[in-house]
Antibody, heavy 122, light 107 residues
């Protein structure tokens, strides 16, 4: 059974860089069959797509965040990562990693991590 | 960017009632519309993919349909465990977007 687990600091200072990792178990991130993604949810609000990445490193980003976001893949560790630079309080959210159900961003998300709350505060 | 407008925002329903949630896309997205259920303090769970395709393990009372840019999630005979927020999601074009959510409360 595929499992995804987010890890990273729960508190980040304003203007610093938020860094999270999604550890994948029960399946290989190098599979050519799937895209992997990050989605976030501010407290009490809806879901926002951050970006999606293929094992090759090819990534697509939400234009609203593109200048501050980098998603990368480490196939040797079977994980993928998210970096958001110059964070503000508006970046406070539960961050989810997830797997698309196919080899492109056009597929639904059929596996999700449990989510991790990141608070931006001094 | 494709905007997904869900209605209603909130619905209070008696068990065994039928629930209908609508998601309207701002432009044509074909059938690239998916539905998720999110219970408090849990991650979203895929309920329906590509507007009307069922997902293994999801109860048959959940179904989806489409008419043009209007998509509907139907819960037949609501059960107490269905209390959750439901989101639609389009994967037709980037950026991927989600609807604002519909919270279903059990009376």
């Amino acid at each position: 059974q595929l499992q995804l687990q987010e890890s990273g600091p729960g508190l980040v200072k304003p203007s610093e860089t938020l860094s999270l990792t999604c550890i994948v178990s029960g399946g290989s991130i190098s599979s050519t069959s799937y895209y992997w993604g990050w989605i976030r949810q501010p407290p009490g609000k809806g879901l926002e797509w951050i970006g999606s990445v293929f094992y090759s490193g090819s990534a697509h980003y939400n234009p609203s965040l593109k200048s501050r976001v980098t998603i990368s893949v480490d196939t040797s560790k079977n994980q993928f990562s998210l970096k958001v630079s110059s964070v503000t309080a508006a970046d406070t959210a539960v961050y989810y990693c997830a797997r698309h159900s196919g080899s492109g961003y056009s597929y639904s998300y059929n596996y999700w991590g449990q989510g991790t709350l990141v608070t931006v505060s001094s | 960017e494709i905007v997904l407008t869900q209605s209603p925002d909130f619905q209070s329903v008696t068990p065994k009632e039928k629930v209908t949630i609508t998601c309207r896309a701002s432009q044509s997205i074909g059938s690239n519309l998916h539905w998720y259920q999110q219970k408090p303090d849990q991650s979203p769970k895929l309920l329906i993919k590509y507007a009307s395709q069922s997902i293994s393990g999801v109860p048959s009372r959940f179904s989806g349909s489409a008419s043009g840019t209007d998509f509907t999630l139907t819960i037949n005979s609501l059960e107490a465990e269905d209390a959750a927020t439901y989101y639609c999601h389009q994967s037709s074009s980037l950026p991927l977007t989600f609807g604002g959510g519909t919270k279903v409360e059990i009376k």
